[in-house]
Structures are given as structure tokens and as C-alpha cells.
């Protein structure tokens, strides 16, 4: 007799929802590492697991709160700055018992005032409190207002692809549809309005109601910065079409050239006045993984809404209410990355060092890894100009897209196997993040350390030059 939690009997919605970025590709990068291989995880953003060192500041703080016996230390200013002590207190009168405590399912209310206030602070405009919500990771902010917002698999939400997989697997999950609308690679992963309206055109006359659109800035996998001309045409089609806007800007803080800097789409549509401004529906996620903290492991986030009416928010707040809070530490790090230290605090400097550290060697690694890609044979990468990842074209022959079927193998699938097996790169197929048909890439990130990347670079040149001439009949393979 089968059993309720037998595969078979699994919720359809639970086998159905996939997530490249730990599937086929990390799972024998993991099998390979037992095995005693050097495999270097360039699958996933995880920025300390390949050596970023964390930030002085936020983590000195957090030594604090977890142990506040150390405040009562008489030599505790020896060890820590006055400034870090200054605020470990004041994070911990803002809990109801410290660390250990459950704060409200919200997040604790002065922490949420710090992040309103950043925000105020970016965008110019008033933010209020009790429309931000603390999460642990955006990720949990993004699954939370999609299960509000989808109720079927008659209801869609517009998703970039290439997109990042959190949003194919949760709208799976929740039995919702997926409706891709297709960026434009040759115009550096650039969004196009037309192909858009298309895509809604063809999901409605499928019975489809389009609910919401994803926009990610900067991109990933793509790493493209919207302009604020893209972000006005995305604002005013959402409004135009009666979708909320659900904007993912983690990598708000990666930013890798001066001519397209970070701008919010709240602060856009604020500055575009009008009803649109006052009727849009739009959701704002943000998160301490990315950036110069790529706090990862420590899962703070938040969400951010506008033009949610209140009977919504409070259904939200019932939702959250489930999970009772979020991790409060994660909490406390959110506080820290948007209030950090001010001009004339002891850390200032050090912080400042340092983080100015890390995104000019990210940086750098763009354009090594870019120049990297574009000087192998049959790969066209686009400059990273924000987030953490180069999404490199591999055209591939036909006889290797052959031996891949023979293999069972989506192509990408099968090229990025190869590339682990031989170099210990792991890789994320470009399949998982979906792509045009017959077009073919890779994800990998931009965080190996800077001094590694030469020889890294070189090691994927040699492999794919060599699967190049094994698969190629003759040389100069034209591209898609």
C-alpha cells in the first residue's frame, strides 16, 4: 500500500516547481567535492562562502547583541568601539527580551522606522512603517505576496526571462502561471514594451488574467540597470493593464558603471505624480544578502508596499502572523545596512574602507569576467552592469547539441556538466533561468576573488576552446 508522503502521492504543485540554481549541476558539483575534487561554487550570489570577508562593523554589533553579558564587561571598550557598543544597546532596548525573543511578525517596529527612513532618504519621499515589512531574506517577502496574490492557475504573473528562479518555482508552488516576457539580449538585455503587450495579449486570450509583473533591478542573471525611461514605460503599462508591480532591488547596492545608477521604481512613480502615483499598486523587496554585505546566511530582508489598501495589509500581517517572526538577528543586520555608520562615528572610516573595497574589486571582476567570456571562441557575454552574475551566450555546434540529446541532456545542461568535470567550475545552465529557443547560456557568478579570476578565466577559456574544436566541423561557429 502506498503511503501519503510516498513520491507518487506528493502534491503535483511540489514536483512541478524546479530551482536550477541547487539542481542536476550543484547537487554533482556536491558529489564531486566528496569525492576529494576543488570545486569553486560559482552557481549561487553567496558572496562570503567565496571569501568576501564580512563587514567590521555590523558584525561587531551583533557580537553584542548575541552576548550582551559583554556589555557589562568593564573592559568591553577595549575590544569593541564606542560606537558599536552605542548601538548594540539600542538595538536590544528596541526588542521585548533580546535576540532569543520573538519580535512582532512584522519585525520590531524600530527597526522598520530605520528602514522607512532610508528609504525617505534614497528616494526623496516619505515612507511609512506600517507598509514595510522585516522577512528573513527577500526571498520570504516574494513567496509571501505572491501567495496573497495568486489565487489559481487561471491567475498570471509577467516574469522576466531570463528570470531568476525564485519566481518560476513559487508561482509552481502556489499553482499559479508563469507569463514570460522575453528581454532582449542584443540590446543588452534591454526591456521591450512591445513584447510585452504581446505577452499579456496571448496569456488573456488563453483565459489567463494577468495579476502582477516582476521587474528585477539591476538583473539577474543578466545584470542589466533599468533606465529611468524603461522604469516609466514599465510603470505606466502596469497601470495602463491594472497589475500590481513587484520590484526586485537586492542588488540595489551592485552597481559597475556610472552611466545608469540605481533607481528605485517607488521613486519614479513618486516622481511621476499624478494618479498614477497615488494608484499604482507596486511591492518593493531589498535584503542584506547582496551588496557589499552579502550577509547571506544571516536572512534579513524586507518588503516595502504602496497603494495596498488596508484590509490588504492587515491579511498580510495575518499570513506573516503564522510564522510568528522573523529571525531577529537578520532583523538587526537590516537595521545596521540601512542606518550604517555616519561621518564622525568611530567605525565611519573602517566602513567606509571597506565597503568601498569590496564593490570596487567587484568591479574589476565584471570587466575580467566579461573580457574573459568575449575572448573565448563562440561566447558573447554583455557587460555585468549591476548584481553579482555574467550570463554568457555559449553557441553551441550542432554536433554537440546532438551528443547532449544522446546524453539525455538539455545542451546547456550538458556543456556546463562537462565544464565541472573538467574544471571544478560550477556552473547554473542558462536553462534554468529560461531562455529563447535554440539560444544557449551559462550563469556564473562575479564573486571569486579578484586574484583567483585570471587563472579561473583561463581554466574556462582552455575547457570550452577544447569542447569547441571536439564538437566543431570548422572554425568561426556563427552565432543565433
Not at 21 to 50: C, D, M, W
Not at 392 to 405: D, G, N, T, V, W
Not at 440 to 451: D, G
Amino acid at each position: 500500500m502506498s503511503k501519503p508522503l510516498d513520491y507518487e502521492n506528493l502534491n503535483e504543485n511540489v514536483k512541478k516547481c524546479q530551482y536550477a540554481v541547487r539542481g542536476e549541476l550543484y547537487l554533482r558539483a556536491s558529489e564531486l567535492q566528496k569525492e576529494g575534487k576543488k570545486i569553486i561554487f560559482t552557481n549561487v550570489g553567496n558572496p562570503h562562502a567565496l571569501g568576501q570577508k564580512p563587514l567590521t562593523f555590523p558584525r561587531q554589533v551583533i557580537a553584542l547583541c548575541q552576548a550582551p553579558f559583554l556589555l557589562d564587561d568593564p573592559n568591553v571598550g577595549l575590544v569593541f568601539p564606542s560606537d558599536t557598543i552605542a548601538r548594540a544597546k539600542h538595538y536590544l532596548s528596541l526588542t521585548s527580551g533580546g535576540l532569543g525573543a520573538y519580535s512582532d511578525s512584522r519585525g520590531v517596529p524600530g527597526i522598520r522606522k530605520e528602514v522607512a527612513e532610508f528609504i525617505e532618504r534614497r528616494d526623496g519621499y516619505p515612507s511609512d512603517p506600517e507598509l514595510i515589512f522585516l522577512t528573513d531574506g527577500a526571498s520570504k517577502g516574494v513567496m509571501q505576496i505572491l501567495n496573497a496574490t495568486i489565487r489559481g492557475d487561471r491567475d498570471g504573473i509577467l516574469v522576466p526571462v531570463p528570470q531568476y528562479p525564485l519566481y518560476s518555482a513559487t508561482i509552481s508552488l502556489l499553482g499559479g502561471s508563469l507569463i514570460p516576457y522575453y528581454l532582449e539580449e542584443t540590446a543588452n538585455w534591454g526591456l521591450d514594451i512591445v513584447n510585452l503587450r504581446q505577452s499579456v495579449a496571448q496569456a488573456r486570450s488563453q483565459g489567463i488574467t494577468v495579476r502582477a509583473m516582476v521587474i528585477i533591478n539591476p538583473g539577474n542573471p543578466t545584470g542589466q540597470c533599468l533606465s529611468i525611461a524603461n522604469l516609466k514605460e514599465v510603470l505606466q503599462f502596469c497601470y495602463q493593464n491594472n497589475l500590481v508591480l513587484l520590484g526586485d532591488e537586492v542588488y540595489q547596492q551592485n552597481i559597475y558603471q556610472d552611466e545608469r545608477p540605481f533607481i528605485s521604481a517607488r521613486k519614479v512613480l513618486m516622481d511621476m505624480g499624478g494618479p498614477i502615483s497615488k494608484e499604482l499598486q507596486l511591492v518593493s523587496f531589498h535584503t542584506v544578502s547582496k551588496g557589499y554585505w552579502g550577509e547571506c546566511g544571516q536572512r534579513g530582508g524586507y518588503f516595502e508596499m504602496t497603494n495596498i489598501s488596508p484590509k490588504t495589509v492587515e491579511e498580510i500581517y495575518k499570513v506573516a502572523s503564522i510564522s510568528l517572526s522573523p529571525n531577529v538577528p537578520g532583523q538587526i543586520f537590516l537595521g545596521l545596512m540601512v542606518n550604517p555608520p555616519k561621518p564622525g562615528d568611530i567605525s565611519y572610516e573602517r566602513f567606509v574602507r571597506e565597503s568601498k573595497g569590496i564593490l570596487e574589486s567587484l568591479r574589476k571582476r565584471a570587466q575580467i569576467m566579461t573580457d574573459g567570456f568575449n575572448s573565448c571562441r563562440n561566447v558573447v557575454c554583455n557587460f555585468t552592469e549591476g548584481a553579482m552574475y555574467s550570463f554568457p551566450q555559449i553557441r553551441l555546434p550542432p554536433k554537440a547539441i546532438e551528443a547532449a540529446k544522446k546524453a539525455g541532456k538539455v545542451p546547456d545542461v550538458f556543456y556546463c556538466l562537462k565544464l565541472l568535470e573538467a574544471t571544478g567550475i560550477s556552473t547554473v545552465p542558462g536553462s534554468g533561468f529560461g531562455q529563447k529557443d535554440g539560444v544557449f547560456h551559462l550563469r556564473t557568478t562575479i564573486l571569486p576573488a579578484e586574484e583567483d579570476m585570471p587563472a579561473i578565466m583561463a581554466s574556462f577559456k582552455k575547457f570550452n576552446d577544447e569542447f569547441m574544436e571536439q564538437y566543431e566541423d570548422y572554425r568561426g561557429y556563427s552565432r543565433m
